[in-house]
């Protein structure tokens, strides 16, 4: 009984995640312990794998405790209000790439690439406030 309601918890937290992207779990999916291209090193274990256009890079201690996660995808998985925050100053902007960053007990940092003719922009948001991180001409 206890493993079936472990399994549930996991597949559900799962689940959430494959819906909402921007939602990094912090325990590790059964779909990663299969599937996942597993590096470690001297301070971290690193897993890696790609699912429904999002690419995962999770990073746990060697004692498999989760540091951070770093989720890549395009921009139709963005969240509404970092689209919204982005589009107040870079409306004109294309998105080219986005890295949301999660940390234990803090609201998800997006690190997104944006393009204009020959500008780039890179900001960082978390929907409370926006930076911008670099800018540059090609």
Request: net charge neutral.
């Amino acid at each position: 009984m206890k493993q079936s309601l472990i399994l549930a918890a996991v597949l559900i937290s799962f689940s959430i995640a494959k819906a909402q992207p921007w939602l990094a779990t912090t325990a590790l999916p059964l779909a990663v312990k299969m599937n996942a291209n597993k590096t470690v090193y001297k301070d971290f274990t690193l897993y890696r794998y790609s699912a429904d256009g999002i690419a995962y890079k999770l990073y746990y201690d060697n004692r498999g405790k989760w540091l951070h996660s770093i989720l890549s995808y395009d921009g139709s998985s963005l969240p509404a209000p970092i689209t919204d925050q982005i589009k107040t100053d870079y409306g004109n902007y294309a998105i080219s790439w986005i890295d949301e960053l999660r940390y234990p007990g803090q609201m998800a940092v997006y690190r997104v690439q944006l393009k204009k003719d020959n500008k780039t922009v890179i900001v960082q948001a978390n929907g409370e406030e926006m930076e911008r991180e670099a800018e540059y001409e090609q």
